[in-house]
């Protein structure tokens, strides 16, 4: 339990799942000066998915925890965004991270997700920061009040808080609603076909986007498709496409036929057909998955509070997921580092859940609104949508979605509850 031997006192710090969530507010909170374990049920960790986009609200907390340097070497960073109809026509260069309103001056960049969950535990063992992390360690228990957790060995631990980061589908979660909360499909199919640039030479259509590394967008009535390069020679080709008639819901990706993918973007850019044709190219589906908004959370106990997709778990239309559970790490780690007596930590969770929960929320139905922009099909809305996109209105969602400080705004937040508190007991 807490250290009172020395002040500010040490708190022990429990997280459940060891995904970019789990592990980004262990090493925050450590190198808060706390005592950090993190528990994952898995014997080997590993992230589902491929190609994940950071943009410079993310890396400007890499940065700030000392390990953007070890990220940055399996990373891409693109040099502009474009947007394009689903034919291929150009609708506007968007290079938002070189646009001169944004203070921030983190990149933005893309990466594989496991080269970044490598990066990070490398990280922070190069930086000799103090997680214990234990896999293979299935929690089968969680007691809200003490706290504590029971391992399914039949182990407790206990602790003065704990963080449950374990994904969209969360045991935590349930077991502090007190009900089952599985997420739920809207019928949202993602395509992805991870295809071997090497085998593109300069005399295929789509030779652009292997010299020039680039984020681009297509988009088409019912969906839209992103590329992006990761790994420095592997496109990750992606679409998001509505199919709520005759979707399979089914978690996790599946091996998909590439005829699947292609009837999906029947007369769409032809530079689209023919990376599907690059031989080695290998195409998965699966279903998108949300969880219902959250009114609190943080137990009542006081003691323990819900992260990442756990806590608010969006679509990728506009490529936050991570960047907010980052987000969740900053503004802990921002708390957590400056005194915080075992007493006060119902003040801080709740201080925390006052910076965190609206801008989540705020992220989540911007991304919505963004998905349903992107498959527009052809007609006035879609003339009006271009129009914004060349008049460079996307300015002002990445000024707002990217020029903010976690860090700053956790610490801030906490030093005006501090002031509060003061003032309000006549100090």
């Known amino acids: 339990m807490a250290d009172t031997s020395s002040s500010p006192p040490v708190l022990s710090v429990l997280v459940v799942g060891c995904g970019l969530s789990g592990l980004a507010s262990a090493l925050a909170l450590a190198q808060a000066g706390q ?90 063992e190069r930086r000799g920061i103090d997680v214990e992390i234990k896999l293979g360690s299935s929690v089968s228990e969680v007691d809200f009040n003490k706290p504590s957790l029971r391992l399914s060995t039949g182990e407790v631990c206990e602790a003065d808080l704990i963080l449950g980061a374990d994904g969209q589908r969360s045991y935590c979660r349930s077991g502090m609603l007190g009900c089952e909360d599985p997420p739920f499909s809207p019928g949202d199919v993602v395509y992805r076909v991870s295809v071997p640039m090497k085998e593109v030479n300069e005399n295929h259509p789509a030779w652009d986007l292997k010299k020039r590394s680039s984020v681009n967008l297509w988009m088409g009535q019912g969906g839209h498709v992103v590329s992006y390069l990761i790994q420095h020679d592997i496109l990750n080709l992606v679409l998001i496409y509505a199919e709520r008639e005759t979707c399979e819901a089914k978690y996790g990706p599946q091996r998909a036929d590439m005829e699947e993918f292609r009837s999906k973007i029947s007369g769409w850019d032809p530079i689209l057909h023919r990376l599907l044709e690059v031989e080695g190219s290998v195409c998965t589906k699966w279903t998108l998955f949300q969880i219902q908004e959250l009114s609190q959370w943080r137990h009542e106990s006081g003691r323990f509070v819900l992260i990442g997709d756990a806590a608010h778990a969006i679509l990728p239309c506009l490529a936050q997921g991570a960047a907010q559970a980052f987000e969740d790490a900053g503004v802990l780690g921002a708390i957590f580092s400056q005194p915080v007596r075992p007493d006060q930590i119902p003040d801080a969770l709740r201080v925390f859940e006052e910076v965190r929960r609206p801008r989540a929320s705020d992220v989540r139905h911007r991304t919505l609104d963004q998905k349903a922009m992107f498959a527009l099909a052809d007609g006035p809305e879609q003339e009006e949508r271009d129009v914004q996109l060349r008049s460079g209105a996307d300015y002002r969602l990445f000024e707002w979605l990217w020029d903010y400080n976690a860090v700053q705004d956790g610490q801030e937040a906490w030093k005006r509850f501090l002031t509060d508190q003061t003032h309000h007991n006549g100090v």
């Open 35 to 124: 005592r950090v374990t993190v528990f994952e049920r898995c014997a080997k960790l590993q992230e589902i998915g491929a190609g994940i986009q950071l943009s410079p609200n993310a890396t400007c907390l890499l940065q700030h925890w000392g390990v953007l340097e070890e990220v940055l070497k399996y990373a891409d960073r693109p040099e502009a965004g474009t947007f394009r109809s689903c034919r291929g026509d150009v609708i506007s260069h968007s290079p938002p991270v070189t646009h001169p309103k944004l203070v921030c001056e983190a990149p933005y960049i893309v990466i594989h997700r496991a080269d970044l969950l490598k990066a990070l535990l490398s990280g922070i």
